[in-house]
């Protein structure tokens, strides 16, 4: 049958402006937490980390917010720049899953000049 | 420090055939994990191998294998291809932290397998 691609939301943005991406997760033993930026035909590329230990984590032009209450994480990108287009997930694991990621479906950011 | 390799970059096969995925890790790194990524599931989590052990594993089918050298490099494989198996398939290394202490992953560009 006919696959049904999954419906990325698209975030557009102005050169120059701050973006925020958001990402909702549901397991509530999920300790560790990973942004990863994908452009096209590329694989994912890491920016930046968190633990559930920690609240916020600051990066080079990127903060990472974590809200443990609501099970929500964010990304913000100061100054988005045009090679910050790309789609963007969050991924999620706890201690006794090792190293299998869960992932967000993804959102698309698109910076216009 | 060279990244994640992945061979080949691209593969075209037909239903039925049977692939062999190879990835390099990271220098030093000895988890190795891979992931299947398509437009209607997004990316999902095949298995991960450390100390040539599988050590998780996904809801794939059996006809979706690995396995790991002592060298670290691993390879997944394939069999009886199905339409449905057309995706891009990434490779992921990383450290092993102590007491189960996730570390960071770090992918290849992947190998984008199209089955006709």
């Known amino acids: 049958g006919e696959s049904v691609g999954l419906h990325l939301p698209t975030l557009s943005v102005q050169e120059g402006d701050n973006s925020i991406i958001n990402c909702a997760y549901s397991?509530?033993?999920?300790?560790?937490f990973i942004w990863y930026k994908q452009e096209s035909g590329k694989g994912p590329q890491f920016i930046i980390d968190i633990r559930s230990n920690m609240d916020k984590r600051q990066g080079q032009r990127v903060t990472v917010l974590l809200n443990k209450t609501v099970k929500h994480l964010s990304l913000q990108i100061a100054a988005t720049q045009p090679g910050d287009s790309a789609v963007y997930f969050c991924a999620e694991t706890w201690r006794g899953g090792g190293n299998k990621l869960t992932f967000g479906t993804g959102t698309q950011l698109k910076v216009e000049l | 420090k060279a990244g994640v390799t992945q061979t080949p970059r691209y593969l075209i096969k037909t239903r039925g055939q049977q692939v062999t995925l190879s990835c390099s890790p990271i220098s030093g790194h000895r988890s190795v994990s891979w992931y299947q990524q398509t437009p209607g599931q997004g990316l999902q989590f095949l298995f991960e191998?450390?100390?040539?052990?599988?050590?998780n594993k996904g809801n794939f089918p059996g006809r979706f294998s690995g396995r790991q050298f002592s060298n670290s490099r691993s390879e997944m494989n394939v069999s009886t291809l199905e339409l449905g198996d057309s995706a891009l398939y990434l490779c992921a290394s990383s450290l092993v932290g102590l007491a189960g202490l996730q570390e960071t992953q770090y992918f290849g560009p992947g190998t984008r397998l199209l089955v006709l």
């Open positions: 397991n509530s033993a999920s300790d560790y």
């Open positions: 191998y450390f100390s040539e052990t599988q050590r």
